[in-house]
């Protein structure tokens, strides 16, 4: 926080009255879990990962949980690169997967309604889902969890799976179930949602020594069979209002755990997602996304 703080105040005194970065955005949001995405092949920014740090602030910048740039691609339709706002890359983004679909749909970018993205994790497939020509949701094939220790990351287990391990942080003991959907995710499974400190116990799992790349932390609470609460501590972002890869690590965690069927509803603080993992071990995620607004940032 307090490096961020100073960045920020150093760009401001470095910069003021000087004018040497603009380009076009769109700023977007998939519940609440909000980004800017800038199109790259059209706009040109030297820095991304200061760059996020700076248009993500949210009383210095434009203010956004993330910083999307939409890329060429030799492989796909397109790629896409997502950056957090503490500037870190992360390899993967289900809500703004799901934006960048609707964007690139809107702006004629592509006239197809499933698209291909490459990321840092692989390709990922949205879909716009149209009723009575309205759009009803975006549906992503998010690929297949990782659920192996070594490649999640997390350190010390080998090849095992995790899935109900012990954790200990501060007085407290935690379950702990580990899945990446490209990038890491720690679900635990609570009694009392409510009770949980996010803002404490996140930061403390992200950065814990047993994960080399940091995590996500997903705390979740059963509300039924199909239906999971589930509040999230982002890496690199903290306190979200919601996130499509973390809901998607935590059907595949609640199915490992049997706590519900293969489908569930995640509510988070920002609305509904729908996930599955399908009998063909691929992860759909289905939600909304809409745009707030189009701009110039000029710095
Ligand atoms: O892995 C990470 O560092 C996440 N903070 C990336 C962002 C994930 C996101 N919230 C999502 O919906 O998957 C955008």
């Known amino acids: 926080m307090n490096e961020r703080y100073f960045y920020l105040r150093n760009i401001n005194f470095k910069f003021m009255g000087e004018r040497n970065m603009k380009f076009q955005f769109s700023k977007w949001h998939g519940i609440g879990n909000d980004f800017i995405i800038v199109d790259g092949s059209k706009e040109q920014i030297e820095d ?11 009383h210095f910048g434009i203010g956004a949980d993330g910083l999307v740039m939409i890329l060429p691609s030799e492989i796909a339709d397109f790629k896409m690169r997502i950056f957090n706002s503490d500037g870190s890359e992360a390899e ?3 809500n703004a997967t799901r934006c960048i679909a609707r964007y690139l749909y809107e702006q004629k970018l592509t006239t197809k309604t499933k698209i291909s993205i490459e990321t840092k994790a692989g390709l990922i497939r949205p879909e716009l889902v149209f009723k009575n020509e309205q759009l009803e949701t975006v549906k992503v094939d998010m690929g297949e969890p990782i659920l192996t220790a070594e490649d999640i990351p997390v350190a010390g287990s080998g090849k095992d799976r995790v899935v109900h391990k012990k954790l200990s942080i501060l007085d407290k003991s935690y379950q702990i179930t580990c899945v990446s959907m490209g990038n890491p995710h720690c679900v635990i499974f609570v009694e009392d949602i409510d009770a949980v400190e996010l803002e404490k116990i996140g930061p403390i799992i992200e950065t814990h020594s047993m994960f080399p790349k940091k995590i996500n932390v997903e705390f979740v609470e059963v509300k039924s069979k199909e239906h999971l609460r589930m509040r999230v501590w982002e890496r690199g972002a903290g306190i979200t209002l919601a996130c499509g890869t973390g809901s998607c690590a935590t059907i595949v965690a609640a199915v490992l755990n049997e706590k519900t069927g293969r489908s569930a509803k995640i509510e988070l603080d920002g ?3 729908f996930v599955e993992w399908s009998e063909d071990n691929h992860v759909y995620l289905s939600g909304p996304a809409e745009e707030v607004f189009r701009a110039e940032y000029v710095k």
């Open 271 to 273: 609305g509904d997602l």
């Open 92 to 94: 993967m983004c289900g």
């Open 48 to 58: 991304y990962n200061k760059t996020a740090i700076e248009v993500c602030d949210r």
